[in-house]
């Protein structure tokens, strides 16, 4: 399935979480489907991200030019993210038996970076120049083992995507609620309505 054509939703509230939610409705084997099984939509969503996380990234671009090439490093940090958090939602911490493979893809996201980082203000490295995509994702990937970050990770409840919560008291439902938030209120409305014919029809 191609899905060039559709704009990315970037919901996850980090790099990393956006990465991970290229995959879209995990779990769910009639209706799922990756996004980068077409390997240059991974360029392409550099570019978005380059926008939409510029704030995260300090606003350095993120640069892939190569999809081809770089796409076993991006999809190994992925879905290594993507278990690694998932289960640290479910249980409450991380499992440290998931953090070897985790760890393992990205370093291999930034062995060939040459950049540093962390830097005030430049959390991302220089933002004058454009940085590899994968060592990039590698680093917000790692940024998301911080103790007060896992404990505002979540799991949409419509699309099951990953996303961080920075409400003040932490009581965020959906990864968005103009998409997520309002289906399951549509989806509510029409069950209910459902039963009230139904009740008045005996």
């Keep these: 399935m191609t899905v060039s054509w559709t704009p990315h939703r970037f919901t996850g509230g980090l790099l990393a979480l956006d990465t991970a939610n290229t995959v879209v409705l995990r779990g769910d084997p009639e209706k799922t489907f990756d996004r980068f099984k077409d390997l240059a939509e991974i360029a392409r969503f550099a570019d978005a ?3 939409s996380r510029a704030a995260e990234l300090g606003g ?4 892939a030019p190569f999809p081809d090439k770089i796409a076993p490093v991006v999809l190994a940090i992925r879905e290594t993210t993507d ?3 998932r289960r640290a ?3 409450g911490a991380v499992t440290t038996g998931d953090l070897p493979g985790f760890l393992k893809a990205c370093a291999e996201g930034l062995a060939d970076s040459r950049t540093e980082i962390g830097a005030p203000g430049r959390p991302f490295g220089d933002p004058a120049t454009p940085i590899a995509f994968e060592a990039a994702l590698a680093v917000s990937a790692l940024s998301l083992l911080q103790a007060d970050t896992v404990a505002r990770l979540k799991i949409c409840p419509n699309c099951t995507w990953l996303f961080l919560d920075r409400s003040r008291n932490s009581s965020r439902r959906w990864c968005d609620m103009a998409v997520c938030g309002n289906r399951q209120k549509a989806s509510r409305h029409y069950r209910r309505r459902t039963a009230a014919r139904g009740t008045a029809n005996v």
Excluded: D, G, I, M
């Design 49 to 51: 991200a380059s926008v």
């Design 60 to 63: 350095r671009r993120l640069q």
């Design 83 to 85: 278990r690694l958090f």
């Design 89 to 91: 939602v479910s249980k």
